[in-house]
């Protein structure tokens, strides 16, 4: 028998997810000295995870990397399964059987909680949720959100926070020309909100926003970024963070926020307003969310290590919609081990481990490996380290050839799966384009399944 990654045998690789840490995990498999056959199932029939359906639509600069990855999916050795979810419609133990080595570059697809009384309450949603619904992501499309009263509160302080103040505060004719969904444009369109807080439960030398993001929400049409001068007030353990060199990032956020603070009185329609040290410990409303209940906390503990303590001060804040944004979690997939607590598929350099045991020929890149950290270019380097483990693996691993997708084709029939190529994904990409140009945007996303299948003339059931 040949050597496995040589022409007769070659390595045949799953990948499951086609976001960032999917993608950067072909390339360096496709790199590789190996022969490497790559095959990526993606549960949308549209590639690229969150820079598709997570990045706002106003940042289009930031949606660049699909260019790269478009490269990739034209190599002949790499070929693209949409609309196949992993676990349902394929399980892992029919993909062991197909492939010599699997990874999972899945993301992280859910939400954390705050796990406070009332949290769900209409009117209280994850931002996940609403990310989602602006970026037409075919799960949230029918979701509602009122935005018919004056004051909306966001919880959180990092990138997606922003965002979500973001597009809460832009009128709609700074959205118009993006790739927003229709739908949720004509929603923001008439949205009465004039009031975002932005809320979070430690200082500003903690917040975990940038500073070429936070400047944005100084920069808006017919908003003012609020923010109280004693609010910017550090204590000791403060100051130390900020004066340290590799803390330059969060110093220059600080900057952005002494400089509103230094603004003139404020004059547009919509207000956004910063505010720390406070966490939500009760939302409260008859049927639907109507105050959140906040806490005031002071920070704990040594440099960069910083807790929240409730200092005893309570105040009640009214408002009719509220978004948690404090980080993604990972989803279980039946037949690979899960970390609950950190919601993570459990590894050692990338190698999927149960317990203390690595599982052979499973492997996992990104979100779903480290947590719902780090930007777009965070997850090659982290691709990288573990097709490296992948590839220091190869020899132990059984060497006998395998199918690759030829040996699941017939399967995925049967169970009446349509799955979707690259050059489908093209189809329905190039009718997006189209679809946008009358309305003067980059495109007009198609936010159901059943609209994208039906470009590719697949009638409805
Ligand atoms: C709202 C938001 C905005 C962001 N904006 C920026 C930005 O402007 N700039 C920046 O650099 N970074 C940004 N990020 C961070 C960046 O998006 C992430 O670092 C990156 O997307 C993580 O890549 P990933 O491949 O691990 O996961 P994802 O991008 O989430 O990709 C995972 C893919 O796996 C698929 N999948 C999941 N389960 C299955 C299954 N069972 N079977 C088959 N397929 C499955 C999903 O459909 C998805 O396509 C943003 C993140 C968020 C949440
Ligand atoms: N334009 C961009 O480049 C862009 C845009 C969006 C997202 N991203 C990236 O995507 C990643 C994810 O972003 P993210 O905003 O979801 O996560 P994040 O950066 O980790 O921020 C999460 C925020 O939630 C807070 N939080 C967590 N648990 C909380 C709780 N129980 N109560 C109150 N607050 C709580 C955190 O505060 P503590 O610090 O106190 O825990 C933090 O302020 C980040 O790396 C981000 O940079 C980048």
């Given at each position: 028998m040949s050597n496995i990654g040589t022409a007769p045998n070659p390595v045949?690789?799953?990948?499951?997810g086609s976001g960032p840490s999917g993608f950067y995990a072909a390339e360096a498999l496709l790199a590789s000295e190996q022969t490497v056959l790559v095959d990526m199932f993606e549960r949308l029939p549209s590639p690229f995870g969150l820079v598709r359906s997570g990045v706002a639509p106003d940042h289009p600069k930031l949606k660049q990397p699909i260019r790269v990855y478009q490269q990739i999916a034209e190599s002949p050795r790499f070929r693209f399964l949409g609309n196949v979810t992993v676990g349902r419609d394929l399980s892992v133990e029919e993909l062991k059987g197909c492939y010599h080595v699997v990874v999972f570059a899945c993301g992280a697809e859910t939400d954390r909680t705050l796990g406070i009384s009332g949290e769900h309450l209409a009117g209280s949603h994850a931002a996940t949720e609403f990310v989602g619904w602006y970026n037409g992501h075919p799960d949230y499309r029918d979701l509602v959100f009122d935005l018919s009263h004056e004051t909306a509160v966001v919880i959180g302080q990092g990138n997606v926070a922003v965002d979500v103040c973001r597009i809460l505060c832009k009128t709609a004719d700074e959205l118009r020309h993006t790739d927003i969904a229709g739908y949720a444009l004509e929603i923001l369109a008439q949205s009465r909100i004039r009031d975002v807080y932005m809320i979070g439960r430690r200082g500003p030398a903690q917040a975990k926003f940038t500073h070429p993001e936070l400047r944005e929400l100084g920069e808006l049409a017919d908003c003012d970024p609020i923010l109280a001068p004693h609010d910017l007030e550090l204590n000791r353990a403060s100051r130390e963070e900020l004066a340290d060199r590799r803390n330059r990032a969060?110093?220059?956020?600080?900057?952005?926020?002494?400089?509103?603070?230094?603004?003139?009185?404020?004059?547009?329609?919509?207000?956004?307003?910063?505010?720390?040290?406070?966490?939500?410990?009760?939302?409260?409303?008859?049927?639907?969310?109507?105050?959140?209940?906040?806490?005031?906390?002071?920070?704990?503990?040594?440099p960069s290590r910083q807790v929240a303590c409730e200092t005893g001060e309570v105040e009640e804040l009214a408002c009719g919609v509220l978004f948690r944004s404090i980080g993604y979690r990972g989803v279980a997939i039946p037949g690979v081990p899960f970390d609950d607590h950190r919601g993570v598929f459990?590894?050692?350099?990338?190698?999927?481990?149960?317990?203390?045991?690595?599982?052979?020929?499973?492997?996992?890149?990104?979100?779903?490996?480290?947590?719902?950290?780090?930007?777009?270019?965070?997850?090659?380097?982290?691709s990288v380290a573990t097709v490296n483990s992948l590839l220091a693996d190869l020899p132990n691993l059984p060497a006998g050839p395998k199918t690759g997708a030829d040996g699941l084709i017939a399967l995925l029939q049967s169970r009446a799966v349509r799955v979707v190529s690259y050059a489908d994904w093209q189809k329905i990409d190039a009718a997006e384009v189209r679809r946008g140009e009358t309305a003067g945007k980059p495109r007009e996303k198609f936010a159901r399944v059943e609209e994208m299948l039906e470009v590719l003339g697949v009638c409805r059931t």
């Open positions: 045949r690789a799953a990948i499951v969060i110093s220059k956020s600080y900057e952005v926020l002494q400089a509103f603070t230094a603004r003139p009185a404020p004059t547009r329609h919509r207000r956004c307003h910063i505010q720390f040290l406070k966490s939500p410990t009760e939302l409260k409303g008859e049927k639907k969310l109507e105050r959140v209940v906040l806490a005031r906390n002071r920070l704990e503990g040594e459990p590894n050692q350099d990338g190698r999927i481990v149960d317990g203390q045991n690595v599982v052979p020929g499973l492997y996992v890149t990104g979100w779903i490996k480290r947590g719902p950290t780090g930007i777009i270019g965070t997850n090659r380097e982290d």
